[in-house]
């Protein structure tokens, strides 16, 4: 149907247009330079003001509401949200940016059985092709960098069920407005990392990157990620998330002048393409089947 149709294009867009916002997230912290437990503390914090200040804005008196309105789907997914946020940062900590890549690839994989077993969507064929040619071209992206298993692996996992379980639980709050729970998981993810951080290394410098990151990047990003899911399935909204391994370091390439690499380049090639071929076939049946 038409309504199908242009739903679906509209969670194509917000998504795309969330990961495109999150994209200069590696660019600034590496310009940030800061402690991986300084930066988490201060993204979830900022991250959590910040928007707390926009839902006052939006709902004034009915602030309240909006957060009891999510019921405890609001609080799981703030809560999840966070403690991903934390084995991210642990996990980069603890193991290769190549094994996390690759671990991450496999999200919308998970997402996708999560999907079944609690929302009981299925998955068109199209999806599981398109996953397992994301998978294809992150592994062409890491190359031979993955190293053996390693501590910060089970980290890396960590992120994955997290991610996979936050996408899964908006998807099944429909029509629900969950984007308040993402001020829940900035206070999770800075309590967590609280112990860890420190706050008083940080120079004048570093300041302007940092309110950039999370003032207006993360905020805008996750927000409209989060409003993904309800427009589309769970496991599509992970799938064009991964867009975010091919944007991340492109704009490092272009700012700082690191070179990806040429199996970076091919790799992040065929994650475009697979994506872009997935939205466009998922359109067409839209279409063939109004």
């Not at 290769?96 to 690839?105: D, M, S």
């Not at 992970?238 to 091919?266: D, M, N, Q, R, S």
Request: charged share 10%.
């Amino acid at each position: 149907m038409q309504l199908q149709r242009s739903t679906h294009l509209k969670g194509i867009a917000v998504s795309t247009a969330g990961v495109i916002a999150i994209s200069p997230d590696s660019l600034l912290i590496r310009l940030i330079g800061a402690d991986v437990w300084t930066l988490s503390l201060w993204r979830g914090l900022l991250l959590a003001l910040t928007l707390t200040v926009v839902q006052l804005l939006r709902h004034r008196a009915g602030i309240v509401a909006c957060y009891v309105g999510m019921g405890r789907r609001g609080l799981l997914a703030g809560v999840l949200s966070g403690i991903g946020t934390i084995c991210f940062v642990s996990a980069i900590t603890y193991t290769t940016v190549a094994n996390v890549l690759i671990l991450l690839g496999a999200t919308p994989l998970v997402t996708a059985l999560m999907g079944r077993a609690f929302l009981g969507e299925s998955v068109p064929a199209r999806t599981w092709v398109a996953i397992g040619g994301a998978l294809a071209g992150i592994a062409i992206t890491v190359g031979g960098a993955v190293a053996g298993p390693q501590p910060g692996d089970l980290f890396a996992c960590g992120v994955v069920l997290c991610m996979a379980g936050y996408f899964t639980v908006v998807r099944s709050a429909g029509d629900v407005d969950m984007t308040p729970c993402i001020v829940i998981s900035g206070f999770v993810a800075a309590l967590l990392a609280l112990p860890f951080a420190r706050s008083g290394d940080l120079i004048a410098t570093q300041i302007p990157y940092l309110v950039l990151l999370c003032v207006v990047v993360i905020p805008l990003s996750f927000s409209l990620l989060t409003l993904g899911p309800r427009y589309l399935p769970a496991q599509e909204v992970a799938l064009i998330c991964l867009l975010e391994a091919v944007l991340g370091p492109y704009l490092v390439w272009f700012v700082v002048g690191e070179h990806p690499g040429t199996a970076a380049l091919v790799g992040g090639g065929i994650v475009l393409l697979v994506l872009t071929v997935h939205s466009l076939s998922g359109l067409r049946a839209d279409k063939e089947s109004s």
